[in-house]
């Protein structure tokens, strides 16, 4: 049976941030194709606060451009964006003052779900909640939209986790991490607590180790002063690769419901043993055909910031003792992969004469591209000749399988209209967020106390040789990224 899709009520979203790169690419185009899915109740309004001057028609024409930019095919819709584009509207406001306050609390109207997305630099974090409060523009049913980076440790983390705390209850607050919403993030939970299949091998006693690989081929384009002062361990192990972990991980919730999965994904983060040192494997990339070097990119030619880190951990609980987890991320590098592997352990026997290959069922899912899952299995190779062995994936792509009228929504689109809807299932929960930077910070404190040099690794590679190394030390290795 389809469950159906839960409506969503009438709101106003403020985005602070309105005219900025994350508006612009992500939030307007999602909201457009949520608008055309017919979700965004008639008379729902989105209202951009920012600094730069502009009026309601000046705004109007930016995002339109925006969105036919970022939008995809769906834009060809003219009608439709024309439609969307009258529920926008614009205020000039400045976090740091008193500008525009007024005439935002004007604006706001009674009855309808007020939600405010700080899509601004996390030092305008409590600026924002502070006017909010003062001008009485937030209820107490509101919602606050927060993105990453939240916090760059522990210590500032608490600091952003206090002052938001001033003002709003934590569950007012959404901490977004865009990988919580993708497609086969959710299915993972419903392929593991929904199958028969999956879930009496999910523990130590099956799974040979656990692979989580987020590999992209862009370099730091043009973020590289944020990107500098935070490198690979902040901007994705801290928060992207350690969701990832957790929702692998953890064990079943009682019920689908916001507390109930993230206590579980909680238990996890705090079940993480230290990292070794000799179990850590930092990088940079050097120039190559895609471009110049990680220093030249930064335009700090003395730089360590790390673009690259691979790592093992264990989990120090009874469903995962002595299971390896294998977590690497980077940039530049051979091709853009998003993907946890879940790699069983082998037979033991093979009751087939000459077979010494090692089979093992690995069941892979993919986040990009082509979200989905395969699960490889052991077949006889077709063919007379006696029993040979093949290890062939079952393919499933959601686009093949759910067919093209399934039109899956972008991330940002579903955890938008989450917020609406009050679900913070798929948002990140205050001590979730600290617990994680718990784990982090003394990898982090330990590179800079002593001047780590990341090793290099050539452009367009699967990173360094040492990375290798960590996976063949343990006779193991990490699965391919195709090109
Ligand atoms: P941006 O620099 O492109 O835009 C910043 C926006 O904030 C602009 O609209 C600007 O007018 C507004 N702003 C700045 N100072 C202001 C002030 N004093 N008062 C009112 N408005 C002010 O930034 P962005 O790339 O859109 O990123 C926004 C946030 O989202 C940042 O925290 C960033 O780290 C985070 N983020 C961005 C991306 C992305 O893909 N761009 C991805 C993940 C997280």
Redo the contacts with the bound molecule.
Sequence with gaps: MVSRVIPVEQFDLVI????????R??ILPGLFRRFRAGQMPEGSRVIA????EMDDADYRKQMMAAIKEFGGSETKDTESLEAFVQSLHYVA????GDGGWSELAQLMRDGVIRAFYF????G?FGDLAERLHQHAIADRDSRIVV???FGRDLQSAKALNATLAQHFREDQIYRIDHYLGKETVQNLMAVRFGNALFEPLWNSHYVDHIQITVAETVGVGGRGG?YDKSGAMRDMVQNHLMQLLCLIAMEAPNQFEADAVRDEKLKVIRALQPVDFHHIVRGQYEPGSGGPSYREDVENPRSHTESFVALKAHIANMRWAGVPFYLRTGKRMKGRVSEIAVVFKDIGHSIFEGDEARHRNILAIRLQPNEGMDLQVTIKEPGPGGMRLVDVPLDMTFADALGDEQEVPDAYERLIMDVIRGNQTLFMRGDEVEAAWAWTDPIIEAWEARNDVPKHYDQGTAGPEDAMMLMHRDGRRWREIKG
């Excluded at 941030?17 to 994350?22: A, P, S």
């Excluded at 606060?49 to 730069?52: G, M």
């Excluded at 899509?119 to 996390?122: A, K, Q, R, T």
């Design positions: 602070f941030g309105g005219t900025g790169d994350l508006a690419r992500k606060a920012a600094r730069s406001v400045d976090a740091r899509s601004v630099g996390p305008l993105e990453k980076p944020y």
